[in-house]
């Protein structure tokens, strides 16, 4: 474990939350990073390691159900790969996975063509309802996202990349009437930007914040302390320095994502904390509890996250897991995997876990065929040498016959 610790600091800094003036007394700062360890519990969570497959699986799969014959010739989506997110050929990619793509000749010109197969066909139902059904849910994840911003403003651009994250439908912003209401509008930015601005001055409560209050340890009010959950790895040990930190830290203020924070010290511990609350409430509206760590960097300028956001995981590991697999960072909320009943679970999680169930089956039947090619190409060789031989059988019969005549 590596610590790199600068000396303590004492600060009186100055908050301003529309109608409440605080002075606040910052003591022993301590600026800690921690060396990443590695934990095999979250680097094992399937869902959100498959999510990164299941993401173009699941575009190519809207491409299908969208043509009204219910497939496609590759064709229609060979040069759109870096669309779809796509990681190589798309033909290469569609033939991964046989239980979920069902490659058939065209009728023209011997073109491979794609249709689904029954069993994706039902869950591709099975999810519309869930759209239909959870409208509300949907729209609530979206409305919290966007009043997290500065400014209750969205860029589309950041809406489109976040779509995966939040579970909207992949044509949301085609068809915005399926999920939007009233209060959302949009609206022209700065640089030419079409953004999705949002208006309430309703009281928007955490998760943090709703937790604590079915403790009783929040009554709701401003400036409230509320203790972060801490899940530390295993072999995870604290130096005392650290420990004293981390008990100053939880003691803070508690400073909603959702309230004003314009006049708060960017080098403060309870800006911090702030950064530390906004993060663990944009990964519990997310899908899997997750994201990849490059795509929460897109927020900063209108979340009003800092330069160095990427800080907040190394301070605080047993809150954030950064896991390396496939390739990327994926920074994972380790309190939606270790007290399950703290964070609602998302509806569409259960659809995406039986495509990842499909997408392992894609797996078996590849395995198989690798296995009955290498037997049946063991089978014609074997066939070969016993037609060799039995050639060479003869011709030694043969040859001694005509020796004894």
């Not at 601005?197 to 709703?210: F, G």
């Not at 508690?254 to 993060?279: E, Q």
């Not at 209108?302 to 697999?325: D, N």
Request: with cysteine; aromatic share 12%; charged share 30%.
């Amino acid at each position: 474990m590596f610590f790199n610790f600068k000396e303590p600091a004492v600060k009186t800094i100055k908050l301003s939350f529309k109608y409440h003036f605080l002075h606040i007394q910052r003591y022993s700062y301590v600026n800690m990073y921690m060396k990443w360890k590695k934990d095999s519990y979250y680097d094992s969570i399937e869902h959100i390691h498959y999510s990164i497959q299941l993401k173009p699986i699941i575009a190519l799969k809207n491409c299908i159900v969208r043509d009204p014959n219910g497939c496609i010739p590759i064709s229609a989506v060979s040069k759109r790969g870096l669309e779809l997110d796509v990681p190589m050929k798309v033909a290469r990619f569609m033939r991964q996975y046989p239980s979920i793509f069902e490659e058939f000749t065209g009728p023209e010109y011997n073109l491979p063509w794609f249709r689904l197969t029954p069993e994706v066909a039902e869950i591709d139902r099975d999810e519309k309802r869930v759209y239909e059904e959870c409208r509300e849910d949907l729209r609530s994840r979206l409305r919290k996202m966007i009043l997290m911003t500065r400014e209750h403003v969205l860029p589309l651009k950041i809406i489109q990349g976040m779509q995966w994250y939040l579970g909207l439908p992949s044509d949301f912003l085609q068809h915005p009437e399926q999920i939007l209401d009233e209060p959302f509008r949009f609206v022209e930015m700065e640089d030419g930007l079409k953004g999705l601005a949002l208006e309430s001055r309703e009281k928007i409560y955490s998760v943090m914040e709703r937790n604590a209050m079915k403790s009783g340890f929040y009554s709701g009010g401003p400036m409230e302390a509320i203790e972060f959950p801490f899940f530390p790895s295993k072999g995870l040990r604290l130096r005392r320095k650290i420990e004293n930190w981390l008990n100053e830290f939880q003691k803070l203020p508690y400073i909603s994502p959702y309230d004003y924070f314009s006049n708060l010290d960017p080098n403060s511990d309870i800006a911090d904390k702030r950064l530390v609350g906004v993060l663990h409430e944009l990964l519990s509206l997310f899908v899997e509890h997750s994201a990849e760590r490059k795509k929460l960097f897109c927020l900063k300028k209108y979340f009003g996250l800092p330069q160095k956001v990427h800080r907040a995981f190394e301070r605080h590991p047993h809150m954030f897991y950064l896991s390396f697999r496939n390739k990327t960072c994926t920074v994972i909320l380790k309190e939606a995997y270790s007290n399950k009943s703290a964070i609602e679970k998302h509806p569409l999680l259960r659809v995406r876990k039986k495509y990842i169930k499909l997408m392992k089956k894609s797996e078996v039947i590849l395995r198989n065929r690798r296995v009955n090619n290498r037997f049946s190409n063991s089978n014609a060789k074997l066939d070969i040498d016993s037609n060799d031989l039995d050639e060479k059988g003869h011709e030694m019969a043969s040859c001694s016959l005509e020796q004894v005549a």
